[in-house]
């Protein structure tokens, strides 16, 4: 198995693309801290990883609290010896809070702000120090194909999507100085889960025929990458942002 003794600490794990990466690597043989807004899906998810007799742990966490991500460095390493453990971090916990821009307010600005970029800060910012100490990391930060394309009525959802990527690339850079980290992010498409099952049929149908694939992508399309990113195949990969969108931005 290619993720046999490591510990993978996954943030908004609970359903749709994180838990997909969740099961995908627990099967690989990592163990899995299972971190969630929503407790209920967290303690799920966290259920079924153990049925596939891998250790596991469900946190209730929001990432854009510092002491929440704290709290998640704490439950962990209560069980798992931070001294000796090949850490494998994958920053997935995002919100939207769509609206127009020039009908956006300051509180839907701050708050997609406030987990999807500031909760990837500090997810990195308390996980890094472990593994420079143990000499080895992989960070896998989920942003989306919107960090390229922009999309309207999402000026904060696309803006810290964009801000993901450059902060890995300088996060990859930063943190080779140290250890042999690796620090990457994936670029999912559209793809079929709870957020997007909101959307009419009538748009989905617009954007799917956009697609060369003509295809929404699944969250176990994303999963793959990530286990990629978190084995050895993935090791001499840092800095990159890898694309899974069937094609849709070419």
Same mark, same amino acid.
């Given at each position: 198995?290619?993720?046999?003794?490591?510990?993978?600490?996954?943030?908004?794990?609970?359903? !749709?693309?994180?838990?997909? =990466?969740?099961?995908?690597?627990?099967?690989? &043989?990592?163990?899995?801290?299972?971190?969630?807004? =929503?407790?209920? +899906?967290?303690?799920?998810?966290?259920?079924?990883?153990?049925?596939?007799?891998?250790?596991?742990?469900? =946190?209730?966490?929001?990432?854009?609290?510092?002491?929440?991500?704290?709290?998640?460095? +704490?439950? #962990? /390493?209560?069980?798992?010896?931070?001294?000796?453990?090949?850490?494998?971090?994958?920053?997935?916990?995002?919100?939207?809070?769509?609206?127009?821009?020039? $009908?956006?307010?300051?509180?839907?600005?701050?708050?997609?702000?406030?987990?999807?970029?500031?909760?990837? /800060?500090?997810? *990195?910012?308390?996980?890094?120090?472990?593994?420079?100490?143990?000499?080895?990391?992989?960070?896998?930060?989920?942003?989306? =194909?919107?960090?390229?394309?922009?999309?309207? &009525?999402?000026?904060?959802?696309?803006?810290?999507?964009? !801000?993901?990527?450059?902060?890995?690339?300088?996060?990859?850079?930063?943190?080779?100085?140290?250890? @042999?980290?690796?620090?990457? *992010?994936?670029?999912? !498409? /559209?793809?079929?889960? @709870?957020? #997007?099952?909101?959307?009419?049929?009538?748009? $989905?149908?617009?954007?799917?025929?956009?697609? @060369?694939?003509?295809?929404?992508?699944?969250?176990?399309?994303?999963? $793959?990458?990530?286990?990629?990113?978190?084995?050895?195949?993935?090791?001499?990969?840092?800095?990159?942002?890898?694309?899974?969108?069937?094609?849709?931005?070419?």
């Amino acid at each position: 198995m290619k993720l046999e003794g490591r510990l993978a600490i996954i943030t908004g794990s609970g359903r !749709g693309i994180g838990k997909a =990466i969740a099961l995908a690597m627990a099967r690989e &043989g990592a163990d899995i801290v299972i971190a969630d807004i =929503i407790e209920e +899906n967290a303690k799920n998810t966290a259920e079924e990883i153990k049925k596939l007799g891998r250790n596991t742990i469900a =946190i209730h966490a929001d990432v854009s609290k510092r002491e929440d991500v704290q709290r998640i460095y +704490n439950e #962990t /390493f209560k069980i798992w010896d931070k001294n000796n453990v090949k850490l494998i971090l994958v920053t997935n916990a995002g919100i939207t809070r769509d609206a127009l821009f020039i $009908k956006m307010t300051d509180e839907q600005w701050h708050e997609v702000l406030g987990t999807n970029l500031t909760g990837v /800060f500090y997810c *990195c910012k308390i996980f890094a120090p472990v593994m420079i100490e143990n000499k080895w990391g992989k960070i896998i930060n989920i942003t989306s =194909i919107v960090a390229k394309t922009g999309n309207v &009525g999402q000026a904060n959802y696309s803006a810290t999507k964009a !801000g993901i990527i450059a902060f890995t690339k300088t996060l990859a850079k930063e943190l080779s100085f140290s250890a @042999p980290i690796t620090v990457n *992010c994936i670029r999912p !498409g /559209f793809i079929k889960t @709870p957020m #997007t099952d909101a959307i009419p049929e009538k748009v $989905k149908d617009m954007i799917t025929s956009r697609i @060369p694939l003509k295809k929404m992508g699944m969250p176990e399309d994303i999963a $793959k990458a990530a286990v990629f990113l978190g084995s050895d195949d993935g090791d001499y990969m840092t800095g990159t942002v890898v694309e899974v969108t069937g094609g849709l931005d070419m």
